[in-house]
């Protein structure tokens, strides 16, 4: 039976490595996580003891790693615990809805009930022109033949219409 020699201050992380995840991955159940616990245990234990001398590096190394997996598991718990509460509540089930609210979807009927009332009190040709240009998408060369004007008189036309609907709907909360 071959004995190993005992490590160097060089050999260490190969000679406890496989140990060290090995003992972390147990508590911590994901390989990946417990190479990252491994990891810091070397952080922590070269810069732990400041010259002191540890008696048994290898007990020191697993109580290292296990403290950490241990602040590692609360943390993850706590993360848990946080996210399914934020999930279960009233914010997040607004958020995930795409429907407006009750309330927004009264206010968005009362706005287009007031829109639709000032665009009646428009003249008929700059009623049209804005209709057809900002609703149906037209262009203005398109929308004079239409209605049998100039191109200049349906940008009139619409820059008429738009001006009075903003002087109109000032007297309006909306």
């Known amino acids: 039976m071959t ?3 005992s490590p160097t201050a060089t050999s260490l992380p190969v000679y406890y490595q496989d140990r060290l995840k090995s003992h972390v991955r147990n508590r911590v159940g994901s390989g990946v996580e417990a190479e990252d616990i491994a990891q810091e245990t070397w952080v922590r234990a070269l810069a732990g003891k400041g010259g002191s001398t540890i008696g048994n590096v290898r ?14 598991v609360r943390r993850r718990n706590v993360s848990r615990r ?10 997040a ?3 995930a809805c795409p429907e407006p609210s009750a309330e927004q979807a009264l206010m968005d009927r009362e706005r287009q009930v007031v829109f639709e009332a000032i ?4 003249p008929d040709r700059c009623r049209q022109a804005l209709i ?3 609703v149906q998408g037209w262009s203005h060369s398109r929308i004079a033949d239409h209605l ?3 191109v200049n008189t349906v940008g009139s036309d619409i820059r008429k219409a738009l001006s009075l609907c903003l002087a109109r709907s000032s007297q309006f909360d909306v």
Do not use: F, T
Request: aromatic share 4%.
């Open 3 to 5: 004995q190993r020699a």
């Open 59 to 72: 007990a020191y190394l697993l109580r290292v790693a296990g403290n950490l997996a241990i602040d590692h």
């Open 82 to 91: 946080y996210v399914s509460a934020s999930l279960d509540s009233v914010e």
């Open 93 to 95: 089930v607004r958020v």
């Open 119 to 122: 665009l009646a009190e428009l």
């Open 132 to 134: 057809l240009s900002r």
């Open 148 to 150: 049998g004007v100039s």
